[in-house]
């Protein structure tokens, strides 16, 4: 529909075409409410990969893709958990998404070899440990979270977003969160 509004290029097609955008991301707004609605509740600690500028970090084969890829709007999501955990008093924390996938959660193995063909299967070439990627990826995420919410317990201060603009204290921060995969006492990482 939305190709045959711009094919005739007409001042309604064009104002038919403004409301089906609308009216599309007010759909989307309503289903992104609903999520953050369901995810949030009282006291919880809520951790997310930090995705600023996911579209031009990867890249992606085709229209159908590249259309799908380009109406992602996690930003909105974000926003719409970190205010509602607010609300009812939980805690919602944006961590690094660097090297996520190919670590492993058990032993710290960071390497490429670990996820075969970018596949959908984790095979840890150092433990073996063999799990789904997204699972994986999951359970990296929450201990970055947790890392830094027992920095705001010991400090007393937060920082709801990572800072990436110094390669140096970034380095250092990837090195943290490695060394509490290697600790059985996450204590030790302190």
């Not at 309604?12 to 075409?17: E, F, N, T, V």
């Not at 159908?64 to 709007?73: D, S």
């Not at 299967?121 to 359970?139: E, I, M, N, P, S």
């Amino acid at each position: 529909m939305r190709s045959r509004l711009r094919s005739q290029g007409t001042r309604g097609a064009k104002r038919r075409l403004r409301q089906l955008t609308l009216r599309e991301r007010r759909f989307k707004a309503d289903v992104n409410h609903c999520i953050a609605q369901a995810a949030v509740m009282p006291g919880f600690l809520i951790g997310w990969d930090d995705l600023t500028d996911i579209r031009e970090r990867t890249s992606v084969r085709g229209n159908k893709n590249r259309r799908r890829r380009a109406k992602w709007t996690f930003a909105e999501w974000g926003a719409f958990i970190a205010y509602k955990a607010q609300m009812v008093g939980g805690l919602a924390i944006r961590v690094d998404a660097d090297y996520t996938s190919p670590g492993c959660p058990h032993c710290g193995c960071v390497s490429d070899k670990n996820r075969p063909g970018q596949g959908l299967t984790f095979r840890c070439k150092q433990c073996g440990l063999t799990l789904h990627a997204d699972l994986v990826g999951a359970r990296n995420v929450i201990l970055r979270t947790l890392l830094i919410r027992q920095d705001w317990m010991r400090t007393g201060l937060l920082s709801t977003a990572p800072d990436g603009s110094d390669a140096e204290a970034k380095a250092k921060r990837l090195q943290r969160f490695w060394k509490l995969r290697w600790s059985p006492d996450p204590s030790s990482a302190l």
